[in-house]
């Protein structure tokens, strides 16, 4: 919400962008539908950048916080990142990052279409 402000974009924009939750394969394709090729090519970028992201810094976060570096994993954690959790984090992590992540790809084109509308 602070980006919105600072980047001057609409409130319901913003937060379409940040509901992907890492998935970029559907945020970018739903967004460039919803409001042109700008904001869907942020998107992508933003969850993609968010998926490497995850998968530097898991081995260090899951010694500080195993539920920190689950978060940061977003809808990724069932499947691209798990391999990464499960090496840090070890087999207990695994039943937990499905779960968070088979959730989350529940939500996201719920909410991706909630706040498109």
């Not at 260090?60 to 840090?88: E, H, I, K, N």
């Not at 039943?95 to 991706?112: D, E, K, R, T």
Request: aromatic letters at 10%; one cysteine or more; hydrophobic letters at 55%.
């Amino acid at each position: 919400m602070i980006n919105a402000f600072i980047l001057d974009l609409p409130l319901n924009t913003a937060l379409a962008m940040a509901s992907g939750f890492g998935w970029y394969s559907l945020s970018g394709i739903l967004l460039t539908e919803s409001f042109g090729p700008v904001i869907g090519s942020a998107a992508f970028f933003n969850d993609l950048g968010r998926e490497l992201i995850a998968i530097m810094l898991i081995p260090g976060l899951v010694r500080r916080s195993r539920s920190t570096a689950l978060g940061l994993c977003g809808a990724t954690s069932m499947d691209f990142t798990l391999p990464v959790l499960q090496r840090s984090g070890g087999l207990e992590m695994v039943p937990a990052a499905i779960v968070h992540g088979f959730i989350l790809s529940l939500l996201v084109p719920i909410m991706m279409a909630f706040f498109s509308a």
